[in-house]
Protein backbone atom coordinates (compact mmCIF):
# COMPACT_ATOMS: atom_id res chain seq x y z
CA UNK A 1 0.00 0.00 0.00
CA UNK A 2 1.86 3.16 -1.13
CA UNK A 3 -0.94 5.35 0.92
CA UNK A 4 -0.10 5.56 4.67
CA UNK A 5 -2.69 6.93 5.90
CA UNK A 6 -1.30 7.81 9.24
CA UNK A 7 1.34 9.69 7.48
CA UNK A 8 -1.02 11.40 5.24
CA UNK A 9 -2.85 12.98 8.11
CA UNK A 10 0.35 13.82 9.92
CA UNK A 11 1.84 15.71 6.45
CA UNK A 12 -1.66 17.25 6.06
CA UNK A 13 -0.57 18.36 9.95
CA UNK A 14 2.99 19.41 9.06
CA UNK A 15 1.21 21.01 6.25
CA UNK A 16 -0.51 23.12 8.03
CA UNK A 17 1.41 24.34 10.70
CA UNK A 18 4.31 24.94 8.19
CA UNK A 19 1.77 27.29 6.78
CA UNK A 20 1.20 28.98 10.17
CA UNK A 21 4.75 29.12 10.53
CA UNK A 22 5.81 30.40 7.12
CA UNK A 23 2.85 32.94 7.85
CA UNK A 24 4.22 33.95 11.01
CA UNK A 25 7.58 33.99 9.96
CA UNK A 26 8.05 35.03 6.01
CA UNK A 27 5.19 36.36 4.18
CA UNK A 28 3.74 39.01 6.89
CA UNK A 29 6.87 40.19 7.85
CA UNK A 30 8.52 40.39 4.50
CA UNK A 31 5.34 41.74 2.85
CA UNK A 32 4.61 44.31 5.45
CA UNK A 33 8.48 45.21 5.24
CA UNK A 34 8.09 45.68 1.35
CA UNK A 35 4.72 47.94 2.17
CA UNK A 36 6.26 49.83 4.16
CA UNK A 37 9.19 50.95 1.60
CA UNK A 38 6.53 51.22 -0.95
CA UNK A 39 5.12 53.99 1.34
CA UNK A 40 8.46 55.36 2.18
CA UNK A 41 9.34 55.55 -1.25
CA UNK A 42 5.41 56.78 -2.12
CA UNK A 43 6.28 59.74 -0.07
CA UNK A 44 9.84 60.49 -0.93
CA UNK A 45 8.28 60.81 -4.36
CA UNK A 46 5.38 62.75 -3.27
CA UNK A 47 8.00 64.85 -1.12
CA UNK A 48 9.96 65.02 -4.42
CA UNK A 49 6.82 65.77 -6.71
CA UNK A 50 5.93 68.79 -4.04
CA UNK A 51 9.25 69.85 -3.78
CA UNK A 52 9.59 69.67 -7.23
CA UNK A 53 6.18 71.79 -7.35
CA UNK A 54 7.75 74.21 -4.75
CA UNK A 55 10.70 74.56 -6.67
CA UNK A 56 8.56 75.24 -9.51
CA UNK A 57 6.56 77.38 -8.08
CA UNK A 58 9.37 79.85 -6.61
CA UNK A 59 11.10 79.55 -9.94
CA UNK A 60 8.28 81.05 -11.83
CA UNK A 61 7.78 83.08 -9.26
CA UNK A 62 11.70 84.11 -8.88
CA UNK A 63 11.38 84.71 -13.47
CA UNK A 64 8.24 86.66 -12.81
CA UNK A 65 10.16 89.11 -9.90
CA UNK A 66 13.01 89.10 -12.78
CA UNK A 67 11.14 90.61 -15.46
CA UNK A 68 9.41 92.67 -13.65
CA UNK A 69 12.38 93.78 -12.33
CA UNK A 70 13.55 94.17 -15.73
CA UNK A 71 10.63 95.98 -16.77
CA UNK A 72 11.19 98.79 -14.04
CA UNK A 73 14.82 99.12 -14.23
CA UNK A 74 14.01 99.54 -18.19
CA UNK A 75 11.06 101.77 -17.81
CA UNK A 76 13.28 103.95 -14.72
CA UNK A 77 16.37 103.78 -17.35
CA UNK A 78 14.22 105.35 -20.24
CA UNK A 79 12.08 108.39 -17.95
CA UNK A 80 16.10 108.75 -16.19
CA UNK A 81 16.66 109.49 -20.01
CA UNK A 82 14.44 111.14 -20.87
CA UNK A 83 14.39 113.09 -17.89
CA UNK A 84 18.52 113.86 -18.90
CA UNK A 85 17.34 114.34 -22.38
CA UNK A 86 14.61 117.05 -21.44
CA UNK A 87 16.90 118.64 -18.60
CA UNK A 88 19.74 119.05 -20.98
CA UNK A 89 17.68 120.91 -23.86
CA UNK A 90 16.68 122.91 -21.18
CA UNK A 91 20.09 123.46 -19.58
CA UNK A 92 21.14 123.93 -23.35
CA UNK A 93 18.06 126.01 -24.28
CA UNK A 94 18.98 128.24 -20.85
CA UNK A 95 22.68 128.78 -21.81
CA UNK A 96 21.33 129.65 -25.48
CA UNK A 97 18.89 132.30 -24.16
CA UNK A 98 21.36 133.82 -21.72
CA UNK A 99 24.71 133.54 -24.74
CA UNK A 100 21.33 135.51 -27.17
CA UNK A 101 20.75 137.82 -24.07
CA UNK A 102 24.26 138.97 -23.37
CA UNK A 103 24.85 138.66 -27.13
CA UNK A 104 21.63 141.07 -27.66
CA UNK A 105 23.30 143.57 -24.74
CA UNK A 106 26.31 143.40 -26.43
CA UNK A 107 25.37 144.34 -29.39
CA UNK A 108 23.01 146.82 -27.86
CA UNK A 109 26.14 148.08 -26.02
CA UNK A 110 28.26 148.72 -29.36
CA UNK A 111 25.64 149.31 -31.24
CA UNK A 112 24.93 152.53 -28.78
CA UNK A 113 28.95 152.64 -28.67
CA UNK A 114 28.87 152.86 -32.32
CA UNK A 115 25.66 155.44 -32.33
CA UNK A 116 27.21 157.73 -29.89
CA UNK A 117 30.50 157.54 -31.60
CA UNK A 118 28.74 158.14 -35.03
CA UNK A 119 26.78 161.01 -33.77
CA UNK A 120 29.42 162.60 -32.19
CA UNK A 121 31.86 161.76 -35.22
CA UNK A 122 28.87 163.54 -37.27
CA UNK A 123 28.27 165.97 -35.12
CA UNK A 124 31.50 167.62 -35.07
CA UNK A 125 32.05 166.78 -38.56
CA UNK A 126 29.24 168.59 -39.34
CA UNK A 127 29.96 171.54 -37.12
CA UNK A 128 33.24 171.92 -38.20
CA UNK A 129 31.91 171.84 -41.76
CA UNK A 130 29.48 174.82 -40.84
CA UNK A 131 32.02 176.28 -39.03
CA UNK A 132 34.07 176.33 -41.89
CA UNK A 133 31.19 177.26 -44.19
CA UNK A 134 30.60 180.25 -41.73
CA UNK A 135 33.66 181.54 -41.51
CA UNK A 136 34.67 181.15 -45.25
CA UNK A 137 31.44 182.72 -45.83
CA UNK A 138 31.76 185.63 -43.75
CA UNK A 139 35.45 185.94 -44.97
CA UNK A 140 34.21 186.13 -48.11
CA UNK A 141 31.18 188.74 -47.80
CA UNK A 142 32.09 192.02 -49.02
CA UNK A 143 30.50 194.91 -50.82
CA UNK A 144 29.60 192.54 -54.01
CA UNK A 145 28.32 189.90 -52.13
CA UNK A 146 26.44 192.24 -49.94
CA UNK A 147 24.96 194.32 -53.03
CA UNK A 148 24.03 191.30 -54.61
CA UNK A 149 22.63 190.06 -51.44
CA UNK A 150 20.35 193.05 -51.55
CA UNK A 151 19.45 192.74 -55.05
CA UNK A 152 18.16 189.39 -54.31
CA UNK A 153 16.42 190.67 -51.31
CA UNK A 154 14.06 193.15 -52.84
CA UNK A 155 13.72 191.40 -55.65
CA UNK A 156 12.05 188.53 -53.54
CA UNK A 157 10.35 191.53 -51.67
CA UNK A 158 9.45 192.57 -55.15
CA UNK A 159 7.96 189.30 -56.09
CA UNK A 160 5.26 188.51 -52.77
CA UNK A 161 2.17 187.63 -54.10
CA UNK A 162 -1.56 186.39 -52.76
CA UNK A 163 -1.59 184.78 -49.01
CA UNK A 164 2.60 186.30 -48.61
CA UNK A 165 1.67 189.59 -49.40
CA UNK A 166 -1.73 189.81 -47.93
CA UNK A 167 -0.31 188.61 -44.78
CA UNK A 168 2.72 190.84 -44.96
CA UNK A 169 0.66 194.01 -45.92
CA UNK A 170 -1.60 192.81 -42.34
CA UNK A 171 1.68 192.40 -40.43
CA UNK A 172 3.19 195.71 -41.40
CA UNK A 173 -0.13 197.17 -40.44
CA UNK A 174 -0.59 195.75 -37.28
CA UNK A 175 3.14 197.03 -36.13
CA UNK A 176 3.91 199.91 -34.39
CA UNK A 177 7.21 201.70 -35.15
CA UNK A 178 9.30 200.99 -37.34
CA UNK A 179 9.78 197.50 -39.27
CA UNK A 180 13.28 196.41 -38.08
CA UNK A 181 15.34 195.32 -41.16
CA UNK A 182 18.26 193.05 -39.89
CA UNK A 183 21.63 192.26 -41.93
CA UNK A 184 24.99 190.80 -40.69
CA UNK A 185 26.52 194.05 -42.17
CA UNK A 186 25.44 197.67 -42.01
CA UNK A 187 23.67 198.61 -45.16
CA UNK A 188 24.92 201.37 -46.99
CA UNK A 189 22.37 204.23 -47.77
CA UNK A 190 22.32 203.35 -51.69
CA UNK A 191 20.68 199.59 -50.63
CA UNK A 192 18.56 200.85 -47.86
CA UNK A 193 16.99 203.21 -50.08
CA UNK A 194 16.64 200.29 -52.32
CA UNK A 195 14.54 198.37 -49.75
CA UNK A 196 12.40 200.97 -48.23
CA UNK A 197 11.60 201.43 -52.33
CA UNK A 198 11.05 198.05 -52.82
CA UNK A 199 8.45 197.17 -49.73
CA UNK A 200 7.17 200.71 -50.50
CA UNK A 201 6.11 199.77 -54.11
CA UNK A 202 5.22 196.07 -53.16
CA UNK A 203 3.11 197.14 -50.29
CA UNK A 204 2.28 200.21 -52.05
CA UNK A 205 2.43 202.34 -48.80
CA UNK A 206 5.43 204.09 -46.95
CA UNK A 207 6.52 201.80 -44.33
CA UNK A 208 9.39 203.50 -42.19
CA UNK A 209 12.22 200.74 -41.52
CA UNK A 210 14.61 200.54 -39.10
CA UNK A 211 18.00 198.91 -40.12
CA UNK A 212 19.57 196.50 -37.29
CA UNK A 213 23.29 194.69 -37.34
CA UNK A 214 22.72 191.03 -36.70
CA UNK A 215 26.42 189.26 -36.92
CA UNK A 216 24.31 185.57 -36.91
CA UNK A 217 22.53 186.33 -40.03
CA UNK A 218 25.56 185.07 -42.37
CA UNK A 219 25.47 187.03 -45.48
CA UNK A 220 21.78 187.92 -45.22
CA UNK A 221 18.95 190.39 -44.79
CA UNK A 222 15.92 189.61 -43.15
CA UNK A 223 12.79 191.75 -42.16
CA UNK A 224 10.70 190.63 -39.63
CA UNK A 225 7.34 191.78 -38.12
CA UNK A 226 4.45 190.67 -36.29
CA UNK A 227 5.12 186.76 -36.79
CA UNK A 228 5.93 187.94 -40.96
CA UNK A 229 9.04 187.52 -42.12
CA UNK A 230 10.72 188.25 -45.63
CA UNK A 231 14.38 187.12 -45.38
CA UNK A 232 17.25 185.59 -47.59
CA UNK A 233 20.91 184.55 -45.52
CA UNK A 234 23.48 181.63 -46.61
CA UNK A 235 22.81 181.00 -42.90
CA UNK A 236 19.41 180.15 -43.67
CA UNK A 237 20.48 177.32 -46.21
CA UNK A 238 22.79 176.26 -44.25
CA UNK A 239 20.71 175.65 -41.29
CA UNK A 240 18.45 173.91 -43.95
CA UNK A 241 21.48 171.57 -44.64
CA UNK A 242 21.80 171.11 -41.39
CA UNK A 243 18.13 170.34 -40.40
CA UNK A 244 18.33 167.81 -43.69
CA UNK A 245 21.17 165.99 -42.81
CA UNK A 246 20.04 165.97 -39.12
CA UNK A 247 17.15 163.58 -40.39
CA UNK A 248 18.76 161.54 -42.59
CA UNK A 249 21.43 160.75 -39.76
CA UNK A 250 18.63 160.02 -37.83
CA UNK A 251 16.47 157.82 -40.47
CA UNK A 252 19.74 156.20 -40.89
CA UNK A 253 20.52 155.22 -37.61
CA UNK A 254 17.82 152.76 -37.25
CA UNK A 255 18.43 150.80 -40.38
CA UNK A 256 22.60 149.11 -41.06
CA UNK A 257 22.75 151.00 -44.22
CA UNK A 258 23.56 154.19 -42.39
CA UNK A 259 24.53 156.50 -45.53
CA UNK A 260 27.74 158.21 -43.93
CA UNK A 261 28.05 161.66 -44.69
CA UNK A 262 31.39 161.86 -46.58
CA UNK A 263 33.52 164.96 -45.65
CA UNK A 264 33.99 166.15 -49.11
CA UNK A 265 30.29 165.59 -50.00
CA UNK A 266 28.24 168.74 -50.96
CA UNK A 267 25.22 169.24 -49.46
CA UNK A 268 22.39 169.31 -51.92
CA UNK A 269 19.65 172.23 -50.57
CA UNK A 270 15.84 171.27 -51.33
CA UNK A 271 15.43 174.14 -53.26
CA UNK A 272 17.22 176.78 -54.81
CA UNK A 273 17.82 179.80 -53.10
CA UNK A 274 15.95 182.23 -55.49
CA UNK A 275 12.51 179.39 -55.20
CA UNK A 276 12.50 178.56 -51.41
CA UNK A 277 9.85 179.47 -49.45
CA UNK A 278 10.07 182.00 -46.89
CA UNK A 279 9.60 180.18 -42.98
CA UNK A 280 6.53 181.85 -42.05
CA UNK B 1 13.54 -1.58 -3.22
CA UNK B 2 11.92 1.34 -1.65
CA UNK B 3 9.26 2.82 -3.40
CA UNK B 4 8.15 5.53 -1.00
CA UNK B 5 10.50 6.68 2.15
CA UNK B 6 7.24 6.06 4.34
CA UNK B 7 8.59 2.18 4.08
CA UNK B 8 11.58 3.35 6.52
CA UNK B 9 10.41 3.65 9.46
CA UNK B 10 12.20 5.10 12.36
CA UNK B 11 10.08 4.31 15.35
CA UNK B 12 6.22 2.96 15.56
CA UNK B 13 3.82 2.38 18.82
CA UNK B 14 0.70 0.72 17.46
CA UNK B 15 -0.81 3.16 14.64
CA UNK B 16 1.80 5.88 15.15
CA UNK B 17 4.65 5.82 13.50
CA UNK B 18 7.64 8.11 12.59
CA UNK B 19 9.10 7.24 9.11
CA UNK B 20 10.95 9.12 6.73
CA UNK B 21 8.74 10.94 5.53
CA UNK B 22 7.86 12.61 8.22
CA UNK B 23 10.98 13.26 9.63
CA UNK B 24 12.42 14.65 6.42
CA UNK B 25 9.33 16.89 6.55
CA UNK B 26 10.40 18.19 10.18
CA UNK B 27 13.35 19.00 9.10
CA UNK B 28 12.41 20.64 5.73
CA UNK B 29 9.83 22.63 8.38
CA UNK B 30 12.70 23.59 10.76
CA UNK B 31 14.43 24.76 8.08
CA UNK B 32 12.18 27.37 6.45
CA UNK B 33 10.64 28.38 9.76
CA UNK B 34 14.29 29.09 10.85
CA UNK B 35 15.56 30.47 8.11
CA UNK B 36 12.84 32.62 7.81
CA UNK B 37 12.91 33.59 10.69
CA UNK B 38 16.85 34.28 11.30
CA UNK B 39 16.82 36.53 8.06
CA UNK B 40 13.15 38.42 8.97
CA UNK B 41 14.44 38.76 12.41
CA UNK B 42 16.00 42.03 11.35
CA UNK B 43 14.30 43.67 8.16
CA UNK B 44 15.25 47.03 7.22
CA UNK B 45 12.16 49.41 6.07
CA UNK B 46 14.32 51.69 4.38
CA UNK B 47 15.87 51.43 0.85
CA UNK B 48 19.22 49.95 2.55
CA UNK B 49 18.83 45.83 2.93
CA UNK B 50 20.51 42.72 3.37
CA UNK B 51 21.08 40.14 0.62
CA UNK B 52 19.37 37.61 2.31
CA UNK B 53 16.40 40.02 2.77
CA UNK B 54 16.60 40.69 -0.71
CA UNK B 55 16.47 37.57 -1.84
CA UNK B 56 13.56 36.65 0.25
CA UNK B 57 12.04 39.52 -0.99
CA UNK B 58 12.31 38.31 -4.58
CA UNK B 59 10.62 35.01 -3.49
CA UNK B 60 8.04 36.33 -2.02
CA UNK B 61 6.98 39.00 -4.73
CA UNK B 62 7.59 36.46 -7.10
CA UNK B 63 4.55 34.28 -5.54
CA UNK B 64 2.79 37.53 -5.32
CA UNK B 65 2.76 38.12 -8.64
CA UNK B 66 2.22 34.24 -9.95
CA UNK B 67 -0.97 34.37 -7.67
CA UNK B 68 -1.97 38.00 -9.64
CA UNK B 69 -1.29 36.73 -12.70
CA UNK B 70 -3.74 33.51 -12.74
CA UNK B 71 -6.44 35.93 -11.36
CA UNK B 72 -6.55 35.81 -8.19
CA UNK B 73 -7.24 39.47 -6.42
CA UNK B 74 -6.10 39.85 -2.41
CA UNK B 75 -3.39 37.37 -3.00
CA UNK B 76 -2.23 38.35 0.57
CA UNK B 77 -4.75 35.82 1.85
CA UNK B 78 -3.99 33.20 -0.25
CA UNK B 79 0.44 33.78 -0.09
CA UNK B 80 0.06 31.56 3.37
CA UNK B 81 -1.52 28.50 1.72
CA UNK B 82 -0.51 28.96 -1.82
CA UNK B 83 3.37 30.15 -0.94
CA UNK B 84 4.02 27.69 1.30
CA UNK B 85 2.93 24.75 -0.98
CA UNK B 86 4.97 26.03 -3.80
CA UNK B 87 8.10 26.59 -1.31
CA UNK B 88 7.53 23.56 0.41
CA UNK B 89 7.43 21.20 -2.68
CA UNK B 90 10.60 22.99 -4.32
CA UNK B 91 12.64 22.73 -1.44
CA UNK B 92 12.04 19.20 -1.14
CA UNK B 93 13.49 18.82 -4.24
CA UNK B 94 16.39 21.46 -4.00
CA UNK B 95 17.28 19.26 -1.17
CA UNK B 96 17.78 15.88 -3.11
CA UNK B 97 21.22 17.16 -3.65
CA UNK B 98 21.75 16.56 -0.39
CA UNK B 99 23.23 12.58 0.17
CA UNK B 100 20.73 10.13 2.20
CA UNK B 101 18.26 12.61 1.77
CA UNK B 102 14.87 11.52 0.15
CA UNK B 103 12.08 14.24 -0.90
CA UNK B 104 9.28 13.88 1.34
CA UNK B 105 6.84 14.59 -1.84
CA UNK B 106 8.32 11.04 -3.38
CA UNK B 107 5.76 9.59 -1.10
CA UNK B 108 2.33 9.13 -1.97
CA UNK B 109 1.22 10.25 1.25
CA UNK B 110 2.54 13.12 1.32
CA UNK B 111 1.25 14.16 -1.55
CA UNK B 112 -1.86 12.83 -1.16
CA UNK B 113 -2.42 15.06 1.97
CA UNK B 114 -1.11 18.27 0.19
CA UNK B 115 -3.83 17.21 -2.62
CA UNK B 116 -6.54 16.73 0.16
CA UNK B 117 -5.64 20.01 1.74
CA UNK B 118 -5.78 21.65 -1.71
CA UNK B 119 -9.43 19.71 -1.75
CA UNK B 120 -10.61 21.53 1.16
CA UNK B 121 -9.02 24.48 0.25
CA UNK B 122 -10.88 25.22 -2.54
CA UNK B 123 -14.27 25.20 -1.24
CA UNK B 124 -12.79 27.20 2.30
CA UNK B 125 -12.16 29.91 0.21
CA UNK B 126 -14.86 29.43 -2.33
CA UNK B 127 -17.74 29.62 0.51
CA UNK B 128 -14.94 32.43 2.72
CA UNK B 129 -15.60 34.35 -0.84
CA UNK B 130 -19.09 34.06 -1.71
CA UNK B 131 -20.72 32.28 0.70
CA UNK B 132 -21.88 28.71 0.96
CA UNK B 133 -25.04 29.53 -1.60
CA UNK B 134 -22.76 30.99 -3.84
CA UNK B 135 -20.10 28.37 -3.64
CA UNK B 136 -22.62 25.44 -4.56
CA UNK B 137 -23.90 27.23 -7.38
CA UNK B 138 -21.14 26.97 -9.25
CA UNK B 139 -21.67 22.83 -9.65
CA UNK B 140 -24.34 23.34 -11.67
CA UNK B 141 -23.54 26.13 -13.84
CA UNK B 142 -23.73 26.59 -16.33
CA UNK B 143 -26.88 23.77 -15.91
CA UNK B 144 -28.05 21.11 -13.23
CA UNK B 145 -26.78 18.64 -15.37
CA UNK B 146 -23.19 19.25 -15.18
CA UNK B 147 -23.41 18.78 -11.43
CA UNK B 148 -21.81 14.79 -11.54
CA UNK B 149 -19.42 16.22 -13.65
CA UNK B 150 -18.43 19.01 -11.98
CA UNK B 151 -18.02 16.45 -8.46
CA UNK B 152 -16.39 14.10 -10.22
CA UNK B 153 -13.60 16.46 -11.71
CA UNK B 154 -13.30 18.17 -8.40
CA UNK B 155 -12.49 14.87 -6.98
CA UNK B 156 -10.21 13.78 -10.02
CA UNK B 157 -8.29 16.44 -10.23
CA UNK B 158 -7.34 16.28 -6.51
CA UNK B 159 -6.16 12.88 -7.49
CA UNK B 160 -4.22 13.60 -10.46
CA UNK B 161 -2.28 16.51 -8.39
CA UNK B 162 -1.64 13.84 -5.93
CA UNK B 163 -0.77 11.14 -8.32
CA UNK B 164 1.26 13.35 -10.97
CA UNK B 165 3.48 15.26 -8.22
CA UNK B 166 4.06 11.49 -6.34
CA UNK B 167 4.89 10.26 -9.57
CA UNK B 168 7.66 13.10 -10.35
CA UNK B 169 8.98 12.97 -7.59
CA UNK B 170 9.22 8.96 -6.92
CA UNK B 171 10.53 8.36 -10.33
CA UNK B 172 13.32 11.02 -9.97
CA UNK B 173 14.43 9.33 -6.96
CA UNK B 174 13.70 6.04 -8.79
CA UNK B 175 15.73 6.34 -11.71
CA UNK B 176 18.66 7.87 -10.00
CA UNK B 177 18.46 4.56 -7.44
CA UNK B 178 18.44 2.36 -10.80
CA UNK B 179 20.84 4.29 -12.80
CA UNK B 180 23.43 4.24 -9.46
CA UNK B 181 23.06 0.69 -9.65
CA UNK B 182 23.96 0.50 -13.68
CA UNK B 183 26.11 3.57 -13.95
CA UNK B 184 27.26 4.76 -10.59
CA UNK B 185 29.40 7.70 -11.83
CA UNK B 186 28.28 10.09 -14.22
CA UNK B 187 25.50 9.83 -15.31
CA UNK B 188 23.36 9.81 -11.72
CA UNK B 189 24.78 13.16 -11.40
CA UNK B 190 23.49 14.53 -14.47
CA UNK B 191 20.14 13.07 -13.51
CA UNK B 192 20.00 14.16 -10.43
CA UNK B 193 20.87 17.85 -12.43
CA UNK B 194 17.73 16.91 -14.14
CA UNK B 195 15.92 15.81 -10.91
CA UNK B 196 16.54 19.29 -10.10
CA UNK B 197 14.99 20.69 -12.82
CA UNK B 198 11.55 18.47 -12.38
CA UNK B 199 10.91 19.14 -8.99
CA UNK B 200 11.22 22.56 -9.57
CA UNK B 201 8.87 22.33 -12.73
CA UNK B 202 6.37 20.05 -10.43
CA UNK B 203 6.32 22.62 -7.83
CA UNK B 204 5.65 25.56 -10.16
CA UNK B 205 3.17 23.38 -11.62
CA UNK B 206 0.99 22.10 -8.20
CA UNK B 207 1.59 25.59 -6.85
CA UNK B 208 -0.48 27.23 -10.06
CA UNK B 209 -2.83 24.20 -9.90
CA UNK B 210 -3.96 24.63 -6.79
CA UNK B 211 -4.26 28.38 -7.52
CA UNK B 212 -6.33 28.27 -10.64
CA UNK B 213 -8.64 25.78 -8.68
CA UNK B 214 -9.00 28.25 -5.98
CA UNK B 215 -9.43 31.41 -8.60
CA UNK B 216 -12.27 29.14 -10.41
CA UNK B 217 -14.10 28.70 -6.63
CA UNK B 218 -13.58 32.15 -6.03
CA UNK B 219 -14.66 33.58 -8.85
CA UNK B 220 -12.83 37.00 -7.62
CA UNK B 221 -10.44 37.84 -10.67
CA UNK B 222 -8.56 41.19 -9.48
CA UNK B 223 -7.24 43.23 -12.11
CA UNK B 224 -4.84 41.28 -13.91
CA UNK B 225 -1.27 43.78 -12.95
CA UNK B 226 0.73 45.27 -15.93
CA UNK B 227 3.83 43.68 -16.43
CA UNK B 228 6.57 45.37 -14.60
CA UNK B 229 8.14 47.92 -16.87
CA UNK B 230 11.73 47.28 -17.38
CA UNK B 231 13.88 50.17 -15.89
CA UNK B 232 15.47 50.52 -19.37
CA UNK B 233 12.33 50.55 -21.49
Same mark, same amino acid.
Given at each position: MLIDWFTVGAQALNFLLLVWLMRRFLYKPVLNAIDAREKLIAAELADAVAKKADAQKERDEFQKKNQEFDRQRVSLLDKATTEATAERQRLLDEARNAADSLRARQQDALNRDQQSLHDEITRRTREEVFAIARKTLTDLSGTNLEERICDVFTRRLRELNGEAKDGLAKAVRASRGPIPVRSEFDLPAKQREMIQKALNETLSADIPLRFETAP???GGIELTTNGQKVAWSIAEYLALMDASIGELLKKGA?????PEIKPGAKPKPETRPDTAKEPV | MRLSPDEMIFWQQGFLKLNATIVFTWGLMLALAAGSKLVT??????LARSRWQNFLEIVVGFIVKQIEEVG????RTYIGFLGTLFLFVAIASLC $????GYEPPTASLSTTTALALCVFVAVPFFGIADQGVGGYLKSYVE? $????LPFNIISEVSRTLALAVRLFGNMMSGAMIIGILLTITPFLFPVVMTALGLLTGMVQAYIFFILATVYIAAATHKTGPIPEPEKEPGE
Amino acid at each position: MLIDWFTVGAQALNFLLLVWLMRRFLYKPVLNAIDAREKLIAAELADAVAKKADAQKERDEFQKKNQEFDRQRVSLLDKATTEATAERQRLLDEARNAADSLRARQQDALNRDQQSLHDEITRRTREEVFAIARKTLTDLSGTNLEERICDVFTRRLRELNGEAKDGLAKAVRASRGPIPVRSEFDLPAKQREMIQKALNETLSADIPLRFETAPALIGGIELTTNGQKVAWSIAEYLALMDASIGELLKKGAKPRDTPEIKPGAKPKPETRPDTAKEPV | MRLSPDEMIFWQQGFLKLNATIVFTWGLMLALAAGSKLVTRRLSKDLARSRWQNFLEIVVGFIVKQIEEVGLGRPRTYIGFLGTLFLFVAIASLC $TVIPGYEPPTASLSTTTALALCVFVAVPFFGIADQGVGGYLKSYVEP $TVIMLPFNIISEVSRTLALAVRLFGNMMSGAMIIGILLTITPFLFPVVMTALGLLTGMVQAYIFFILATVYIAAATHKTGPIPEPEKEPGE
